[in-house]
């Protein structure tokens, strides 16, 4: 399943396009063994839409902005990445800008175990 795959990442705003992702969650990453150096921010774009079969939002916030923005044939792609998750009760990724290097650690959980999970469920079909 995994050479089947192509994941990006993108917002919903434009506040920080174009620049690395924070250097705590740089480090945080590293330390489990991902590289994060090459990644930009970007917004997402209306070709998004058509290019992926699943659109994952890290919270309902970002969930309803994707909602406003995509085309009604491609609604159905739409989703909250912890639907996925195995292991976590929670359904929105905490944004741990504002907080210390364990929110970053606590984020990171959450995103391998709904990897994990969505991995499982797109290997079931």
Request: proline share 3%.
């Amino acid at each position: 399943v995994l050479d089947l795959l192509r994941v990006d990442s993108a917002g919903t705003h434009d506040y920080h396009v174009g620049k690395a992702p924070d250097e705590r969650a740089r480090k945080a990453a590293a330390a489990r063994g991902y590289d994060l150096s090459a990644l930009r921010a970007r917004r997402v774009a209306e070709l998004d839409f058509v290019r992926f079969d699943r659109i994952l939002a890290m919270d309902r916030d970002n969930l309803d902005q994707l909602r406003q923005v995509c085309p009604a044939e491609h609604r159905h792609k739409l989703g909250l990445f912890l639907e996925y998750s195995r292991k976590f009760g929670e359904r929105e990724v905490p944004d741990p800008y504002y907080g210390g290097a364990e929110g970053f650690e606590h984020v990171l959980d959450l995103v391998e175990d709904a990897a994990n999970g969505l991995i499982e469920s797109l290997s079931r079909k």
